[in-house]
């Protein structure tokens, strides 16, 4: 059984029920789990000693939706001035040309990313299957593993082309059999339900425009059969919007409601326009947000109502969102982006620093259905991201350690500990070799747009 105490760390947010915090503290970890957080130092031997006089101490952060894939083309030139369907669509050729070896890259890089910034668990949504691309989501799990991320794959779907009235082309659609048969076997291969699990697979067909009802409803008989939870878009842009009042003769959420796609067990991404009744209808069923307040200014898809939303009880987490829409992987920038767009909606007192890292943390366990992450607390996975204070980022902000790591920066973390394993120290990664996976993540990208050019 390993041990680690992380002694005498400068400030320490637990993110418990009670919002305890500590000036000044020490968290004990046995086999991958935190058995002690006080300011007494806990007795006893301990394989390691982190000494954490400068650093503060937080839950990791949960990061509730991204699509890894799109680092391939992120920074691009042609997306400049693009709302989200015309986006999509200029993207889609480019993305039918990922592969195998695309994808780990990618996932490579995007979690190596993620874990640099504190964040140690990520859910991604790969929903873009091109012919013949039938292991995508395992090598996207085989890189969280050589990383040592916690990681909840979402195995997403489309199977309404622009063909038949939706929005992506044909050659990036697959039929409804093999989106179930392969949905399944996924579930079975790596879902693990147990607490601590480092890998969870959900189900998540893409959104209105490029999903059937069909896939829908199958999608969400296969989840709840097999007890694993469903996640799409919804909500997003006006324009789809207008797609499901035209299509489906609803707005999107009433249309969720509708397909039995609420619950308790379902998590959805962005959430932007919502009338007084779909906040109702995801509080009373008790459905999960992944907030992305840097992809919706992006692509100039608006503010979510998120104050609104939590003041309904609605789960609330946070999601950097694709890398194309976003362009990074930072999570404390989520976080604070967070915060600056509820004020800017609501007015200055509409979010704080401590209830913005709160979406990041507990929020975003709290929407994967998970009660073992996202905070401090005896008993739980020993997920924790460590920041240092005396860095010229936090320089001034002595005063309140957990507002400056929202309202200063960006660094990186000092220290990220996943399960009790240290991926992180002094600020370097400690599974995998960082320029090693910068050089592979740019030749996959540099194939992928030559084999476009080449079209």
Request: glycine share 10%.
């Amino acid at each position: 059984m390993s041990s680690l105490l992380i002694r005498n760390a400068a400030h320490v947010v637990t993110m418990d029920t009670a919002g305890t915090e500590l000036s000044g503290g020490h968290i004990a970890i046995r086999d991958g789990c935190i058995t002690a957080v006080r300011k007494e130092e806990p007795k006893g031997e301990f394989d390691q000693v982190l000494d954490a006089r400068n650093l503060l101490a937080l839950p990791g952060f949960v990061n509730v939706h991204h699509h890894l894939y799109q680092s391939l083309t992120r920074g691009f030139p042609e997306s400049e001035g693009k709302t989200l369907f015309p986006w999509l669509e200029m993207l889609y050729p480019i993305w039918a040309g990922i592969d195998e070896e695309a994808v780990y890259a990618s996932a490579q890089l995007g979690l190596a990313e993620l874990l640099l910034s504190g964040c140690t668990t990520s859910s991604d949504h790969l929903y873009l299957f091109p012919r013949g691309q039938t292991r995508l989501i395992d090598a996207e799990i085989e890189a969280a593993q050589e990383l040592g991320i916690r990681f909840h794959a979402t195995r997403g779907s489309m199977d309404l082309s622009r063909e038949q009235g939706g929005l992506p082309p044909a050659d990036v659609t697959q039929p409804a059999t093999e989106i179930l048969a392969d949905s399944e076997r996924l579930v079975r291969q790596y879902h693990d339900p147990e607490p601590g699990a480092m890998i969870r697979v959900a189900l998540a067909p893409c959104s209105p425009f490029s999903a059937t009802d069909e896939v829908m409803r199958e999608t969400a008989a296969m989840a709840r059969r097999l007890g694993v939870r469903l996640h799409t878009h919804i909500a997003e842009t006006l324009d789809e919007e207008r797609f499901c009042l035209q299509t489906r003769g609803c707005r999107p959420v009433e249309h969720l409601e509708r397909i039995d796609w609420l619950g308790p067990d379902v998590w959805l991404a962005h959430c932007v326009h919502l009338s007084d009744g779909d906040i109702e209808r995801l509080s009373r069923s008790q459905t999960g947000v992944a907030h992305c307040p840097t992809s919706n200014m992006l692509l100039a898809s608006g503010m979510a109502r998120v104050v609104e939303m939590l003041a309904r009880s609605v789960q609330v987490g946070l999601g950097v969102d694709g890398s194309a829409s976003n362009d990074g992987g930072y999570f404390p920038g989520e976080i604070k982006q967070a915060l600056l767009v509820a004020r800017v909606r609501d007015g200055a007192q509409a979010m704080t620093a401590r209830r913005a890292l709160r979406l990041g943390t507990r929020g975003g366990a709290d929407c994967l259905g998970r009660k073992d992450i996202g905070r401090l607390e005896v008993g739980a996975c020993a997920d924790i991201a460590l920041f240092r204070l005396d860095d010229l980022a936090h320089a001034g902000a002595g005063r309140d350690a957990a507002a400056g790591l929202v309202l200063c920066g960006p660094v990186r973390a000092a220290e990220v500990i996943v399960a009790g394993r240290h991926v992180v120290h002094e600020g370097r990664l400690q599974t995998v070799d960082e320029h090693a996976v910068v050089r592979r993540h740019n030749q996959a990208s540099d194939r992928l747009l030559r084999r476009f050019g080449e079209a």
